[in-house]
């Protein structure tokens, strides 16, 4: 039985090891080449590979976009990321595994694969060859690292002197700055599996930080823990303050551009006058952490960011918003004005107040209204409540989205039980539940019912608040969910049966309308194989 791999490279070594695969008796079959992270974990679900082999490549965020996308995969497979660090020499890691045999067959065809060119080095702490070289080197890392997390809890000038001649610390006796990316649960449950992986990556992440330091006043980059990167940052050679000021925007929007994976925060301390008080500046991150929920679309966390856009909580408008949208629930809910609203009250009225208990308290108290008119029909929809540390990783924005997508389902299910008075509505709605699998139009629907396109598309609209088409959509969408959570069928195959022929607009159209990606929606609600 052949492992199906796919592959993602640069041409040359695709090229060698392809040409390797196809000329020599092995155990795996190259099953796919693909042209980016993205693609190789879509093909790797589509073909349930049992391997990923990936070149890394800068800017090192993009594979931190990698590892997230594949845990919101559901596969498990085997992956081994390798990075070429001179014209002959590739360092590579791979996932730990519990049969070691398996693991070094495919170490041996990668390593075989590109022997004619390169000479592979294995990451790995316990590997004989160069053991004590890579253990010498992770050991003084990881002194200077402890150094570093030293100075972040408190230390006294002559502390930090014996520490940067200790360790060689780049750092000035006095002015700096602190740059904090929080990579937000980049490394999850598996790290027992990857923190090989994850290591090799994150040193690259490391260099490519000190890469912009070195373009300035130099500074250190240290891990916190494996998701908060702390970049120390020297004050600059400058009296000028308006240089000053242009030569900060430079280095943040450097390390905005290198830090820009899906899930990261980032935050930026004040100006910070002497090493005794960096550790005020990295308790400031403890506290401006707490905006995240409320900031998602902030390039970067400052206390001067929070102060310039945070406001007064308007209590009347929020009673005013809150009763319009009650209204709309109990007496037209098929109102197109009801999402606009809810819009308006989370995204226009709490998130600049900065008030979780606003937000609580607003959530749940439309909740309860639907609930209440609604009973066990929105019960079964109904969003779960988050728990106030949980919420820190999400955003006001998904939220929302959550929220006008259970009232939309909302809308299906009452349609579905044709709480709707005109006849040839409740006939449309027939039509539709019965043929949503099929390329259904407008045209093709009120020619079924003799009568015209304007005066079908008019009466509908007016009836449930939505274009049929819209409808339609809506329709497929909460099928397709359905499916997702009942069966393992693939994305393609769930996308035909719901009357989506192409999967890519199949994919834009659920993330649109659910706020997940099919694969992220999978994985949370997808049927169980284990028990």
Do not use: W
């Amino acid at each position: 039985m052949f492992s199906k791999i796919i592959l993602y490279s640069e041409d040359k070594i695709v090229n060698m090891i392809y040409n390797f695969y196809r000329t020599t008796k092995n155990n795996f079959s190259i099953s796919y080449i693909a042209n980016s992270y993205k693609d190789s974990i879509e093909k790797a679900v589509e073909l349930n590979a049992e391997v990923i082999i990936i070149q890394l490549k800068h800017p090192v965020y993009k594979i931190h976009n990698f590892f997230y996308d594949l845990a919101m995969s559901n596969i498990y497979p085997v992956v081994l990321i390798f990075n070429v660090i001179s014209e002959n020499q590739i360092i590579y890691s791979i996932t730990s595994h519990k049969d070691i045999t398996y693991i070094n067959k495919i170490k041996s065809f990668f390593t075989q694969s590109l022997s004619e060119k390169y000479t592979c080095h294995f990451d790995y702490i316990g590997e004989e060859k160069d053991s004590n070289l890579v253990m010498n080197f992770r050991i003084s890392k990881l002194e200077k690292t402890e150094y570093l997390k030293d100075i972040l809890r408190g230390v006294i000038k002559s502390e930090f002197l014996y520490y940067k001649k200790k360790v060689n610390l780049n750092l000035n006796y006095y002015g700096y700055y602190v740059y904090i990316c929080n990579l937000m649960e980049i490394e999850y449950s598996d790290h027992y599996l990857n923190k090989n992986i994850y290591y090799l990556t994150g040193e690259e992440f490391i260099k490519e930080c000190e890469t912009i330091l070195d373009e300035y006043s130099g500074g250190e980059v240290f891990y916190i823990n494996p998701n908060i990167l702390c970049i120390i940052i020297n004050d600059f050679n400058c009296t000028s303050v308006a240089t000053k000021q242009c030569k900060l925007f430079e280095i943040t929007s450097k390390l905005n551009g290198i830090t820009n994976s899906k899930t990261a925060f980032r935050y930026m301390s004040s100006y910070i006058k002497g090493i005794e008080n960096i550790r005020d500046a990295y308790e400031s991150f403890h506290y401006l952490k707490t905006y995240n929920f409320f900031c998602s679309d902030a390039k970067l966390l400052t206390q001067e960011y929070i102060n310039s856009i945070k406001k007064e909580i308007d209590y009347t408008l929020i009673d005013n918003t809150i009763k319009e949208i009650k209204e709309l629930i109990n007496y037209d809910i098929f109102n197109i004005e009801l999402n606009k609203l809810i819009y308006k009250l989370f995204l226009d009225i709490i998130k600049p107040s900065f008030d979780y208990n606003l937000y609580y308290y607003c959530h749940t108290s439309l909740s309860s209204e639907l609930v209440d008119r609604y009973s066990n029909l929105y019960k079964k929809i109904l969003p779960e409540s988050s728990p106030h540390k949980k919420v820190f990783f999400t955003s006001i924005e998904d939220k929302c989205s959550e929220f006008i997508d259970s009232v939309n389902q909302l809308r299906s299910e009452l349609s579905s039980k044709y709480m709707i008075k005109n006849s040839i509505v409740i006939q449309v709605l027939n039509f539709i539940h019965i043929h949503y699998m099929e390329d259904i139009t407008v045209n093709l629907i009120a020619s079924s019912l003799n009568i015209s396109n304007s005066y079908l598309s008019q009466i509908f609209k007016k009836e449930i608040g939505m274009s049929i088409i819209k409808y339609i959509i809506n329709y497929r969408i909460e099928k397709a969910k359905e499916l997702f959570s009942s069966s393992d069928d693939l994305i393609y195959n769930i996308a035909e049966k719901v009357g989506f022929f192409d999967e890519k607009h199949f994919s834009k159209t659920f993330k649109k309308i659910t706020g997940l990606t099919p694969m992220q929606y999978k994985k949370k609600n997808g049927k169980a194989k284990y028990i």
